[in-house]
């Protein structure tokens, strides 16, 4: 029988079976495990609406447990925003429950059309286009422009979604060390002249730690070398500038990056993504991203939803505020208390505890859960080999009480597990 603990998700990748589900059954006696242990913490069963605070079916007890979000995407709290589901109701009385197909084909929707111009208004660009995921406008707008003589250079932290476009593309693909512009330099060299189009991708906000891309670092190489720039804004709309355009905003670069992609899925309550800049551009990715052309088209309550979100996000600044007082609130507590808090000043609405070894953040992740708050531990293959960290998300709903509460937690089972002073001070 497997011990989990002397194995990671890493392990189960290939076999030494040639057998094709060889792995997966190893895999089994290794998750199962894992859960009995009780620091299996994926995939829990909620039963309310993803808000500040979450209903929950405990795993043990198969009882409705209500704990504090603290690992949740809905920033603003649009989520549960009354006229936010009413524009998803009333998107699915008009429209049914699905559009019914791929939008080349089968016929695009005004709905769409209008969030795609509302879309394209908010950003500053002369055009946007609507994915039915986060995820497919990535691989969408990648696989859409490049091609085998053409390289991508990424952060090495990028987003999967990225990496997956280059390989899909069958472009070449370069990574940069995490933030390193010495790097990036040293890479766009090597490209000048071995290939043809030249794509700089990074995320704005990075979705493991929080921390941000070097725009205007990227911008002012991308210039020299003369090469493209696209930016993932996923985790930073609603969240960083004046606006709620992103970190693009937040550097003022507005006129200085090409592509921009978003998400509904995080601050706009809803699902589905976006790619927005110049209109050829755009248009050219319409009509060579298989992952538009082939995929139906998002339902008329995520497109209702994403739309009004939109519209109370630009039309209520003050939630953004509330935000960035949550955040900068709990990271002082968070390091006032002693803990190791990356970054070290909070740049998004993410922020991790570091915890180092592996089998330490499984265990105070467990101990966290059954104390009522909900956080993601984050550890290896995701991260190096203990470098584990715990991933704190906030969001503008976040009342004092309940971040008091989670900071209590988490101060005591860090202390329990050696990696605070048993006392403050």
């Known amino acids: 029988m497997i011990n989990s603990d002397d194995y990671t998700l890493a392990d189960f990748v290939v076999s030494e079976e040639p057998e094709l589900f060889a792995k997966a059954r190893s895999f089994a006696e290794f998750h199962d495990d894992w859960v009995a242990k009780g620091t299996y913490i994926y995939r829990r069963l909620v039963l309310s609406p993803c808000s500040n605070v979450v209903s929950i079916r405990d795993a043990r007890t198969r009882e409705s447990r209500r704990m504090v979000m603290l690992s949740s995407n809905n920033y603003l709290g649009l989520n ?3 006229e936010v589901m009413e524009a998803a109701i009333s998107a699915i009385r008009k429209y049914g429950t699905s559009l019914c197909g791929a939008p080349h084909l089968n016929g695009t929707y005004d709905l769409v059309q209008e969030l795609e111009r509302q879309l394209a208004d ?3 660009r002369e055009e946007a286009v609507v994915f039915t995921s986060g995820y497919q406008a990535n691989v969408g707008a990648i696989t859409g422009l490049m091609r085998p003589k053409d390289v991508v250079i990424i952060d090495k932290l990028c987003h999967a979604s990225i990496i997956d476009g280059c390989r899909l593309a069958h472009c070449k693909m ?10 990036l330099e040293r890479i766009l060299k090597s490209c000048e002249s071995k290939f043809e189009g030249k794509l700089i991708v990074v995320d704005g906000v990075f979705s493991m730690d929080g921390d941000r891309a070097p725009l205007p670092e990227i911008v002012r190489l991308a210039k020299k070398y003369d090469v493209r720039v696209m930016v993932d804004e996923a985790h930073g709309i ?3 500038g004046e606006k709620g355009r992103g970190t693009v905003e937040h550097f003022g670069l507005h006129d200085e ?12 309550g809803s699902t589905g993504g976006y790619i927005a800049g110049r209109h050829e551009t755009i248009n050219y990715i319409r009509h060579y991203a298989r992952s538009y052309m082939f995929s139906a ?3 008329p309550a995520a497109v209702g939803a994403a739309l009004k979100s939109l519209e109370v996000m630009r039309a ?13 609130y709990f990271h002082r507590a968070l390091t006032s208390r002693g803990f190791k808090v990356f970054p070290e000043q909070p740049e998004s609405a993410i922020m991790v505890i570091v915890v180092g070894a592996d089998m330490t953040s499984r265990s105070m992740s467990k101990d966290v859960h059954e104390a009522g708050v909900f956080v993601s531990s984050v550890i290896y293959p995701a991260v190096a080999k203990n470098e584990s960290r715990i991933r704190i998300s906030l969001t503008a709903d976040h009342t004092r009480e309940e971040l008091d509460q989670a900071l209590e937690v988490l101060t005591q089972v860090a202390r329990s597990h050696g990696l605070l002073a048993t006392s403050e001070g």
């Open 80 to 82: 549960t925003r009354p």
């Open 122 to 124: 908010f950003e500053g």
């Open 174 to 183: 370069r990574a940069f060390e995490h933030n390193d512009m010495a790097d």
């Open 238 to 240: 609603g969240v960083l």
């Open 257 to 268: 990056v090409d592509l921009v992609m978003g998400t509904f899925s995080k601050t706009l």
């Open 297 to 299: 088209s998002p339902t």
């Open 316 to 328: 209520e600044p003050g939630l953004r505020v509330r935000l960035w007082e949550t955040i900068n």
